[in-house]
């Protein structure tokens, strides 16, 4: 018998970073909520619970969005990428290591949204400009950086991307 006030709960399977989740959870949990304390993956922040911020920000099904936003039962069956799932083998990614590179975090509590911000931006922008960067980064609020450094890495991002695709291999160019 449940006990008053409690919700029954339902299952709901999730894709995230290629790996099949299933978890019994209330139909009011939030997806935010099913990665961090029902999946144990805590790259995605809680922030402001009111999609504002962009710390919980995730790809559901290759695009970006909030993922406080979302039930996760009404997202039966989605692909999930979170942080964790920008690296498939524990290194860097390319934009990760920009930031690093760049000095582009401080506290570090929105670095995930806005690495999985400017990857989707990146993709479909690569050759950005400043102006261009900070549009992109509108909706994910950084308090401690002043965004200088994460604009300047992800415009270096773009440019190594670049660098890459005129030379796959690597090598010198003359």
């Given at each position: ?28 949990r939030l997806l935010v909520d099913f990665i ?139």
């Amino acid at each position: 018998m449940s006990q008053p006030g409690s919700l029954r709960k339902t299952d709901v399977t999730l894709t995230i970073n290629g790996k099949s989740y299933t978890r019994q959870v209330e139909p009011r949990r939030l997806l935010v909520d099913f990665i961090r304390h029902d999946v144990g993956l805590k790259a995605t922040h809680i922030g402001c619970e009111h999609g504002v911020c962009g710390a919980c920000t995730v790809r559901i099904d290759g695009r970006t969005a909030r993922s406080c936003l979302h039930f996760a039962v009404a997202l039966q069956g989605a692909e999930i990428e979170t942080l964790e799932g920008l690296s498939a083998d524990g290194r860097l990614a390319g934009l990760q290591k920009a930031f690093h590179d760049a000095h582009g975090l401080q506290c570090g509590y929105c670095t995930p949204g806005v690495l999985l911000t400017a990857e989707e931006f990146l993709s479909e922008n690569p050759g950005p400009s400043e102006q261009e960067i900070r549009a992109a980064l509108s909706n994910n609020l950084c308090r401690c950086t002043g965004y200088v450094n994460i604009v300047k890495a992800i415009a270096n991002a773009a440019r190594d991307r670049d660098k890459t695709k005129a030379d796959p291999a690597g090598g010198s160019r003359p």
